[in-house]
């Protein structure tokens, strides 16, 4: 590397800037036409789009929920700075897409959900809905936070914008569009998002591998440094990245959002008919795929670019989060407009997430806490201005939560934590309703909260841990014997802190946070099944089928104790159909004539 930050940032011109200001624009537009021109929005409208999408924006907004400025900053960064090993969490994505599709989304398509935690009140108790909607908004809006950092982040390195200008910028904007427009402008803004996000990152990696040598040169630099590890069988649960950690817990990790995340349900719900939320599944497992190869491959590039010349050992950048910004500049600077298409995908990624967050959280509040709880009776035009005001306080909430997230270190690995932490528990309490039909609600409950408050322990554990430095990620090698022209400035190893020596951290804070998800959600199942089995177990003849995932009717002459399923509710309902439809019969039709005969003589 031979030149400097300060040279790179000028190279970010007005053209580039009318770039991205375009995608903002186009965004922005969006939000107008469907809160203005299109049809009169109600509540069903503002949330699930009327029920009236299709399969490519559904399956589009699938891709850019959850993986936005996260993974196109965070994964070169990971596979820099820990290896290519990575890319096998794709085969998670092969996992999780069918298991939603098949034994997940069914129980919600059926129910007809608007908040995915009704379906928490049908089978259990509305304390556990509660419960469920409470710990899905704290790991929401933890998660739009992280997703606005990282972007704003992006920028101020790119043009030296000042991130707390650039966070504004993003919230409000968002804010702007999803309050406006509702789950339609989110759905299509997200669509023209995805496709951005995508042009950035294949016309990034591209130019870089042909500037290094091409893909030879890319992989003979990273094999070298020994990045081009493919697989690691190693079963040690502390070991950060290995296949089972990837894969398996990989697995649990994505299945909590594509399975039970309100986000993704209520895009499943939008649709026209069951058929194209499956598809939606199935296009977006492939995007996924072709992103995160992509992304990895990113990785890789970034190092046969810096082999000789780490920016973060060197000074130029503070954190590895920042290494990709600098290297757009460093290969597309010289090309006007194309840094500014990196910029606008970041911030694309980032308002995809942020509007999708906004949106379910809207959803979460109103229905959850306003209409099942303080205010059941509430008018359907009261509840979408409530939705919107909604949007715009947890729009706002985001802003001011980017101060806690630019403490939480390496984004990707942040935001999958939070994804553990709190997600990992909430999967768990949803399988417990779906594939064990004896759990009953009072397991649930305080499997939930068991879970939740170990996983809190083991969360916050590592996180103090890894500021005392007693934990350290082992980063692999760099070098930084190629900078020319510069002023090295390599960052000081943490030192020891004053009193003696730093005790050892618990072993349990060694656990990788790609297990997070799995421990919250098999601690919340083993938890609500053995305090079901001592407070008395779910009468499965009063049970609503329609709870349970079609795996347990697939397997339910195999499975114990479950004979008469759902006759009891069956029998319930029918006579509840009955005396409706005998009390409207009544009522339009009034009582029966009451027919008088007069005898006559003949």
């Not at 020319?484 to 020596?501: A, D, K, S």
């Amino acid at each position: 590397m031979t030149v400097s930050v300060t040279e790179l940032v000028d190279r970010f011109t007005w053209i580039d800037y009318l770039v991205f200001g375009l995608m903002l624009a186009l965004s922005a537009v969006i939000g107008i036409f469907y809160g203005c021109f299109s049809k009169k929005q109600d509540t069903k409208e503002f949330l699930m789009a009327g029920k009236s999408m299709t399969t490519f924006p559904v399956a589009m907004s699938l891709i850019a929920s959850f993986m936005s400025a996260i993974t196109l900053l965070g994964t070169p960064s990971e596979v820099y700075q820990f290896g290519f090993i990575y890319w096998l969490i794709i085969f998670s994505y092969m996992l999780v897409m069918p298991a939603a599709a098949y034994l997940y989304f069914p129980v919600f398509y059926k129910l007809q959900v608007t908040s995915a935690y009704e379906y928490l009140e049908k089978r259990f108790h509305r304390s556990v809905r509660w419960l469920g909607s409470l710990v899905f908004i704290i790991q929401m809006t933890l998660y739009m936070a992280i997703v606005v950092y990282a972007p704003a982040l992006a920028l101020a390195q790119v043009t030296g914008l000042d991130v707390y200008v650039s966070v504004s910028l993003i919230c409000f904007v968002c804010i702007f569009y999803t309050t406006l427009g509702g789950m339609k402008a989110v759905l299509w803004t997200d669509a023209l998002q995805t496709l951005i996000m995508y042009a950035s990152i294949i016309c990034v990696i591209v130019k870089g591998t042909l500037d290094v040598g091409g893909f030879s040169a890319v992989w003979a630099r990273n094999a070298e440094s020994g990045r081009t590890q493919l697989i690691d069988f190693d079963p040690d649960p502390t070991t950060r990245h290995t296949f089972w950690s990837l894969v398996i817990g990989g697995y649990f990790t994505w299945i909590s959002v594509y399975g039970v995340n309100q986000a993704q349900v209520q895009r499943y719900l939008s649709v026209q008919t069951r058929q194209m939320a499956i598809n939606a599944l199935w296009v977006n497992l492939v995007g996924l795929v072709i992103l995160m190869v992509t992304c990895s491959f990113g990785g890789m590039v970034l190092y046969a670019k810096y082999y000789d010349c780490d920016p973060v050992r060197a000074g130029v950048v503070t954190k590895g989060d920042q290494i990709f910004p600098l290297f757009v500049l460093d290969t597309l600077g010289q090309w006007k407009g194309l840094p500014g298409l990196f910029v606008a995908g970041i911030f694309a990624g980032s308002l995809s997430t942020v509007s999708s967050g906004m949106n379910s959280l809207a959803a979460i509040v109103l229905e959850d806490f306003i209409k099942s709880g303080c205010y059941p009776g509430i008018s359907d035009n009261a509840s979408t201005w409530v939705s919107r005001g909604l949007s715009l306080f947890f729009g706002l909430l985001t802003f001011a939560l980017v101060f806690v997230a630019e403490q939480l270190g390496n984004i990707l690995s942040a935001a999958l934590s939070i994804f553990g932490m709190v997600g990992g528990p909430l999967l768990g309490v949803f399988s417990l309703g779906m594939f064990f039909p004896w759990a009953n609600a009072t397991g649930a409950f305080v499997g939930e909260i068991v879970s939740l408050i170990f996983m809190f322990w083991i969360g916050v554990g590592y996180q103090m841990a890894r500021s005392s430095g007693q934990i350290k990620l082992a980063a692999m090698p760099t070098s930084i014997d190629g900078c020319q022209n510069l002023t090295i400035v390599e960052l000081p190893f943490p030192h020891e802190p004053e009193g003696g020596e730093r005790g050892e951290a618990l072993a349990l804070y060694h656990l990788s946070y790609m297990w997070y998800s799995a421990t919250g959600c098999l601690t919340a199942m083993m938890v609500g099944m053995l305090v079901s089995l001592v407070t008395g177990q779910q009468d499965v003849r009063t049970l609503d089928p329609r709870c349970l995932s079609p795996a347990v009717t697939w397997f339910k002459n195999w499975l114990p104790g479950l004979d008469g399923l759902g006759e009891d509710y069956a029998r319930e309902r029918t006579t509840e159909n009955i005396q409706k439809t005998t009390a409207v019969s009544l009522r339009e039709d009034g009582p029966p004539p009451i027919i008088f005969f007069r005898q006559t003589s003949v």
